[in-house]
Nanobody, 116 residues
């Protein structure tokens, strides 16, 4: 059974940093494309960053240069390093894993709140 668990969310001030983690169990993470999404109240879920099985990364324009995604396949974990945080980064951050067959699984999310 696949289980995806995010952690690392917190309340920080503008300009602060956080490192989110996404741990997967029940899967061979190295074969999955991974991504971080976020969803703020009243807004659509949006892609923040993604990383392929070959560690090719992609970022939303709004986070480019501030956020960094990486993965440690041996630890079955993906990370999102978030620097220079802004109030508009406040959201629930969700981990998405896509299997080689194209199936999606999601975690429950971790809350990030940035206050000025």
């Amino acid at each position: 059974q696949i289980q995806i668990v995010e952690s690392g969310g917190d309340s920080v001030q503008v300009g602060g940093s956080l490192r989110l983690s996404c741990a997967g169990s029940g899967i061979l993470l190295r074969f999955y494309n991974l991504a971080w999404y976020r969803q703020a109240p009243g807004k659509q879920r949006e892609l923040v960053a993604s990383i392929t099985t070959k560690s090719v990364t992609n970022y939303a324009e709004s986070v480019e240069g501030r956020f960094s995604i990486d993965r440690e396949n041996d630890r079955k974990t993906m990370y999102l390093q978030m620097n220079s945080l802004k109030p508009e980064d406040s959201a629930m951050y969700l981990c998405n894993v896509v299997s080689p067959a194209g199936t999606n699984d999601w975690g429950q999310g971790t809350q990030v709140t940035v206050s000025s």
